[in-house]
């Protein structure tokens, strides 16, 4: 989809509460481990090969006392609208675009709008797995390209996977769909778009583009009956190796621009090793790629704008740059945005 006139703000981003090293995550599993200590030592060396393979080191994980993740949400909601000088009543459009949820229905959009004291909106959730935030992304954008009236659209995020992580784990065979689970953390974030560039810089919407490989929807799971994470990680990471690539190639040509011509490649973060490896394939240097999985773990939809966000406060994002921001995920899901960075 072609996008004309409507702009990307910088991201508020915020990390759950406590940090957890690899040594506590081990540490977690002897705890609840019930078997012979030859199986532990092949377990904990399994876990320790992913950890390698994935750069993992810290991420963090549960929320403060008295808060509960959706609040989390709303902080950065307010104050991403703080940044730009918006008061969120004036929002048009919130969408949702997190995988958390304390219940299926109403919309978990509905209680952060409501926390923002917002009135009267046009609310709803977006959920594609890893994809969701971009995909509401690519949702508002469409809808403001067909409505007018609609200036100013919220786009966030609370994903918090903890009841998810699986700490128990009695076999190495288990290793197989539990260990990607030990890398994931949890955060917030929020940004908005708008039709003016906003204060602290904007990325311009160039192209959006969305592609499923739908019969891979069973590689990457979070049943409704027990909420745990299970993932056949390396079918999952053969798929993006396989096709982000052409995707990445593909948005570039719908916009004109050469890959060497790209400052930034922003994207979703399950793996430095997986990252390092598509950029071998579009022939780009790694720098181009930022990796942050090593500083917080693979925080779900809050990936992209935490990685955003780390470009910005280290002043490496600059007027005029080109930025590729993507995001693979379960399903199997691609969701591609090209965009100029306006300073």
């Known amino acids: 989809m072609k996008v004309t006139h409507i702009y990307l703000s910088a991201p508020q981003v915020k990390f759950a509460e406590y940090s957890l090293n690899n040594q506590q995550v081990l540490d977690r599993i002897e705890d609840n481990f019930k078997g012979e200590k030859r199986e532990l030592r092949r377990i904990k060396s399994g876990i320790s090969m992913v950890f390698k393979y994935c750069g993992t080191n810290i991420r963090f994980l549960g929320t403060a006392a008295g808060k509960k993740p959706l609040d989390y949400a709303i902080e950065v909601s307010k104050e991403v609208c703080h940044e730009n000088g918006l008061d969120p009543s004036l929002l048009d459009l919130v969408i949702y675009g997190g995988i958390f949820r304390d219940y299926f229905e109403p919309a978990t959009a509905m209680e952060i709008t409501a926390g923002l004291g917002i009135k009267k909106a046009h609310v709803f959730d977006v ?14 954008a469409s809808l403001m390209m067909a409505d007018p009236s609609i200036k100013t659209a919220l786009c966030c995020t609370t994903d918090f996977p903890d009841e998810a992580i699986s700490f128990d784990i009695q ?15 949890s955060g917030a974030a929020a940004w908005l778009l708008t039709r003016e560039p906003g204060k602290g810089g904007s990325a311009q919407l160039r192209e959006i583009q969305n592609t499923s490989i739908a019969a891979a929807f069973r590689l990457c799971q979070v049943p409704v009956s027990k909420r745990r994470f299970i993932s056949q990680s390396k079918e999952v990471f053969d798929l993006g190796l396989e096709h982000v690539p ?14 060497d011509d790209i400052d930034y490649f922003i994207s979703h973060q399950p793996s430095e090793r997986i990252i390092h490896q598509i950029c071998d394939i579009l022939d780009i240097p790694h720098e181009k790629a930022p990796v942050t999985h090593h500083l917080y773990g693979n925080t779900v939809n809050v990936s992209v704008p935490m990685t955003l966000d780390y470009l910005l406060k280290n002043k490496y994002l600059k007027d005029g740059h080109k930025i590729i921001l993507s995001s693979a995920a379960a399903g199997f899901t691609m969701i591609t945005i090209a965009a100029e960075w306006v300073q």
């Open 171 to 185: 076999s190495f065979e288990e290793l197989s769909l539990k260990a990607a689970g030990l890398t994931l953390g």
């Open 246 to 259: 052409g995707e990445i190639r593909n948005i570039a040509k719908k916009v004109n621009w050469e890959i």
């Open 127 to 140: 959920t594609t797995a890893c994809a969701g935030l971009l995909q509401s992304v690519n949702v508002a």
